[in-house]
């Protein structure tokens, strides 16, 4: 009798261990979006979550919430919006007041601050290098975070955006641009297609992005690289493992004390 007890204890434990794991990892987290930041060519906020609060929460409330987030002052010294004859509009992005700024939610270029902004959406502001001609072209990576192993082949995709004769936005793929890691220029171009393949050592997060010929917006990609570890269900057997381990050695002793 006394074994069963002592058996369906350490069953009882493990399977605790088991659905507190489980918890653990399915704890629901507040819906987000992405907020990147470019000033003049260089990244001063990278993939930085904002909570999206609810279903009037647009682009100027994420970008406020950016800069009061990772600006030294917040919203109130480093950004400001104002209302004009085409809608809402930045007259203050990253403490700039130049007006020579560009946005984009997904990849494709916005018509102003009121547009909605939703969980999962990626955002990108910039003040240009051109201040005259906005000549920089805005280009992206077919996705702005990547996880790898170390030593893994990882291939990104990089595109511009053009405007045809209507003046729509098109994007095409963007070859012979040079990618850089941690703003250091590297050995690897996009071909004809955009598409470039690299491999990184792993246990870094890195940023990975691009320059080209002429004047262009930076592309983004986070990209984080594990060294080779066990899983999470690895932990999770071996645990189980050793209860079960555990359990038959108490058997086996209440056995012998019983006999």
């Given at each position: 009798m006394k074994t069963k007890r002592l058996l369906a204890a350490v069953l009882v434990i493990a399977l605790a261990f088991c659905a507190c794991t489980i918890v653990l990892a399915s704890k629901p987290q507040a819906p987000t979006a992405t907020v990147t930041i470019i000033s003049e060519g260089r990244f001063v906020v990278?993939?930085?979550?904002?909570?999206?609060?609810?279903?009037?929460?647009n682009l100027d409330d994420a970008l406020k919430a950016a800069h009061d987030a990772a600006y030294e002052g917040g919203a109130g010294k480093g950004y400001a919006s104002a209302t004009g004859e085409y809608g809402l509009y930045i007259t203050k992005l990253w403490g700039d007041e130049s007006g020579a700024f560009g946005y984009a939610v997904n990849n494709k270029m916005s018509g102003e601050l009121g547009d909605k902004v939703k969980a999962g959406d990626s955002i990108v502001a910039y003040i240009y290098t051109d201040k005259t001609n906005f000549s920089d072209r805005y280009t992206y990576f077919n996705v702005n975070h990547a996880s790898a192993k170390a030593g893994e082949k990882l291939t990104l995709t990089l595109s511009s955006v053009g405007y045809d004769e209507k003046?729509?936005?098109?994007?095409?793929p963007l070859a012979g641009a040079t990618i850089?890691?941690?703003?250091e220029k590297t050995e690897y171009k996009t071909d004809a297609e955009g598409n470039v393949t690299?491999?990184?050592?792993?246990?870094?997060?890195?940023?990975?992005?691009?320059?080209?010929?002429?004047?262009?917006?930076?592309p983004l990609c986070?990209?984080?690289?594990?060294?080779?570890?066990?899983?999470?269900?690895?932990?999770?057997?071996i645990a189980v493992i050793l209860?079960?381990?555990?359990?038959?050695?108490?058997?086996?002793?209440?056995?012998?004390?019983?006999n």
């Amino acid at each position: 009798m006394k074994t069963k007890r002592l058996l369906a204890a350490v069953l009882v434990i493990a399977l605790a261990f088991c659905a507190c794991t489980i918890v653990l990892a399915s704890k629901p987290q507040a819906p987000t979006a992405t907020v990147t930041i470019i000033s003049e060519g260089r990244f001063v906020v990278k993939n930085l979550e904002v909570v999206v609060s609810g279903e009037d929460f647009n682009l100027d409330d994420a970008l406020k919430a950016a800069h009061d987030a990772a600006y030294e002052g917040g919203a109130g010294k480093g950004y400001a919006s104002a209302t004009g004859e085409y809608g809402l509009y930045i007259t203050k992005l990253w403490g700039d007041e130049s007006g020579a700024f560009g946005y984009a939610v997904n990849n494709k270029m916005s018509g102003e601050l009121g547009d909605k902004v939703k969980a999962g959406d990626s955002i990108v502001a910039y003040i240009y290098t051109d201040k005259t001609n906005f000549s920089d072209r805005y280009t992206y990576f077919n996705v702005n975070h990547a996880s790898a192993k170390a030593g893994e082949k990882l291939t990104l995709t990089l595109s511009s955006v053009g405007y045809d004769e209507k003046f729509n936005a098109v994007s095409s793929p963007l070859a012979g641009a040079t990618i850089t890691v941690d703003g250091e220029k590297t050995e690897y171009k996009t071909d004809a297609e955009g598409n470039v393949t690299l491999s990184l050592k792993g246990g870094k997060t890195y940023t990975v992005s691009a320059v080209a010929d002429s004047a262009i917006v930076p592309p983004l990609c986070v990209v984080t690289v594990a060294k080779s570890a066990p899983s999470a269900a690895l932990y999770i057997a071996i645990a189980v493992i050793l209860v079960c381990g555990v359990a038959a050695v108490i058997i086996v002793g209440a056995k012998k004390k019983n006999n």
